[in-house]
C-alpha cells in the first residue's frame, strides 16, 4: 500500500534553533482532511514538527510539506533531507502557493492554493508514471461533500482541548498586504452549514467539548453565520474563529455568536492610524470606532485576540506612543504586534518594490519581527526602537496584568482571563528573545 507522509514544519529562532513545544494547542485541519480524501489503497501519516519528531528514513513514497509564514524556510531544509534519501516531495501552503518558482528550487513540486482536486490529481499522476508534475493549480470552488476529517491522527497527538473545524476560506476583502487576498481575490466560500454541524457532532462525539471554527473571515456572510450559530447553539459547545471587526457592527449577531458559545475570536485591529489603513486598501475598517467596537465584544462576553502592525504610512513616533495608550486604555488580553511585512506576490509588496521602498528581498528576514521596508514616516532605525518599546511595555509583567488579571471582564470571565494571563506569558518569553510570539 503506497503512502504519504504530511508534514507541518516547525520554523527557526533567529539563534538557528527549531521551535518545540510540549503541546500544539490550535492544530490544523488541512492534513486530516486531505486523508480523508485519499484513494483506499493509499495510506496517510501526519507529522507536526512542533510536538514530533521528523523519521527521515520513513518508508512513506512521497512526502508532502505544507507551511505558513517562516516556516517555509524550514520546509525547504526538510524537503533537502527528503531528497538526500531519493523520495518524492511536494509542497503546499499558501507560502509556498505565494512562491512557487523559489519553493521548486526544493522540491519536486508545488500545489497552488487549495489541494483537494490537485492532490488526488498528484498522486495518481506518481501512481501511474512514478513522477509528478511541476506544479498543481486546481482551485475548488465548492466546498460541499468533503467528507469528515480524519481526526483520530490529531487525537493520538500531544494536542489540546479543541479541534479544528472548517466552515469557510477566503474574505471578502482586499487588503493589499494580505496573503488571503492575494490567493482568494476577495472570494469568500462557505461550505454547507449542515456539513459543519455534522463534523462539530463528530469533535463532540470523541470527547471534546471546544472546537476552533477556520474561516478567514466568518463574519464575510452574516446571514450564513446567523443559520450557522442558531445550529451550534443546541449543541452545548465552546468555540473560538477570527473574523473582522465588523461583526461587533452587528449587536444582534454578536450576541448569537457569544450564546452558541463563542469565547474568542482572533481579528485585525491592525493600526489606529486611518491614514496607513486606507493605503493598505483597509479603509473598510474605521479606527475611531474601534474603542466602540471593543466595547460592544466585552459586553457580548466574547474575548478578543488581536493583532496589530507597525510600519504603515501613517505611522509617526507619536502615533505608535498614543497606540500604546490605546491598548493600555482598552485592555486588549491578547494581543500580538508586528511589522507590517511586504509578503512577496501581495499588492503591497508589488507597490514597494515599484517604488524601491524594499530595504531588501532576503525573505528569510520577512519574519514580522524586522524593518524590511521604508515607512513613508518614520526611518526603519526608528521605528524597530519602537516596536521594541511597544512589545517591552505590553508584555511587562505590569502590562500583561493589567491587561488580563487587573481586566474588569476577569469577574465575568474568570478562566478565560486567567487563560489569557498565562497566553502572554508564552508570548513574553518569544518577546524578549527577539523573536516573534508564537501562537500555540
Keep these: 500500500m503506497p503512502k504519504v507522509l504530511f508534514i507541518q514544519p516547525s520554523q527557526y529562532l533567529s539563534t538557528g534553533e527549531i521551535v518545540k513545544q510540549k503541546k500544539l ?78 519553493a521548486l528550487e526544493h522540491a519536486d513540486s508545488v500545489v497552488i492554493g487549495d489541494a483537494e482536486i490537485s492532490l488526488l490529481k498528484l498522486l495518481s ?167 466602540k467596537l471593543i466595547n460592544a465584544f466585552n459586553k457580548a462576553g466574547i474575548m478578543i485576540s488581536a493583532e496589530m502592525i507597525i510600519g504603515t504610512d501613517g505611522d509617526t513616533v507619536e502615533s505608535l506612543k498614543e497606540t500604546y495608550n490605546f491598548i493600555k486604555k482598552c485592555k486588549i488580553p491578547l494581543l500580538r504586534i508586528y511589522f507590517l511585512t511586504p509578503v512577496p506576490s501581495t499588492k503591497l509588496y508589488t507597490e514597494l518594490k515599484d517604488s524601491g521602498r524594499l530595504i531588501h528581498e532576503d525573505f528569510s528576514h520577512y519574519t514580522a519581527s524586522e524593518c524590511v521596508h521604508y515607512p513613508e514616516k518614520i526611518s526603519p532605525e526608528k521605528l524597530t526602537e519602537m516596536y521594541n518599546w511597544l512589545n517591552g511595555k505590553i508584555f511587562s509583567l505590569n502590562g500583561i496584568v493589567s491587561r488580563t488579571l487587573m481586566n474588569g471582564q476577569i469577574l465575568k470571565h474568570p478562566l478565560k482571563y486567567f487563560l489569557a494571563f498565562a497566553i502572554n506569558l508564552h508570548y513574553r518569553s518569544y518577546v524578549r528573545r527577539g523573536e516573534t510570539p508564537l501562537i500555540v
Excluded at 490550535?26 to 521528523?54: C, H, Q, S, T, Y
Design 25 to 102: 494547542y490550535l492544530p490544523g485541519l488541512v492534513f486530516p482532511l486531505l486523508a480523508a480524501m485519499l484513494p483506499e489503497n493509499w495510506e496517510a501519516e501526519v507529522n507536526l514538527e512542533v510536538i514530533d519528531d521528523i523519521n527521515f528514513d520513513t518508508d512513506a513514497d512521497i512526502i508532502g510539506i505544507g507551511a505558513m509564514g517562516h516556516s517555509i524556510f524550514r520546509a525547504f531544509d526538510i524537503a533537502g533531507e527528503f531528497r538526500k534519501r531519493g523520495k518524492i516531495v511536494f509542497m503546499g501552503g499558501y507560502m509556498a502557493s505565494m512562491i512557487p518558482e523559489i
Design 125 to 291: 499522476d506518481f501512481e501511474m508514471h512514478g513522477s509528478i508534475d511541476r506544479i498543481y493549480n486546481n482551485p475548488v470552488h465548492d466546498l460541499s461533500d468533503l467528507p469528515v476529517p480524519r481526526y483520530e491522527l490529531l487525537t493520538s497527538k500531544k494536542i489540546g482541548d479543541m479541534l479544528p473545524v472548517q466552515a469557510g476560506r477566503g474574505c471578502n476583502h482586499s487588503c493589499s498586504f494580505c496573503s488571503i487576498a492575494c490567493l482568494y481575490k476577495g472570494r469568500h466560500l462557505t461550505r454547507p452549514v449542515d456539513d459543519v454541524i455534522r463534523d462539530i457532532k463528530k469533535i463532540k462525539s470523541l470527547g471534546y467539548k471546544k472546537f476552533y471554527m477556520i474561516d478567514d473571515n466568518i463574519i464575510s456572510n452574516a446571514g450564513y453565520l446567523e443559520e450557522l450559530c442558531s445550529k451550534i447553539l443546541p449543541l452545548n459547545m465552546k468555540w473560538s474563529s477570527q473574523c473582522t471587526m465588523n461583526i461587533a457592527r452587528n449587536k444582534s449577531l454578536l450576541n448569537l455568536a457569544a450564546r452558541s458559545g463563542c469565547e474568542i475570536l482572533s481579528l485585525g485591529l491592525e493600526s489606529i492610524s486611518q491614514e496607513g489603513l486606507n493605503k493598505l486598501n483597509k479603509k473598510w475598517l474605521r479606527t475611531d470606532d474601534h474603542q
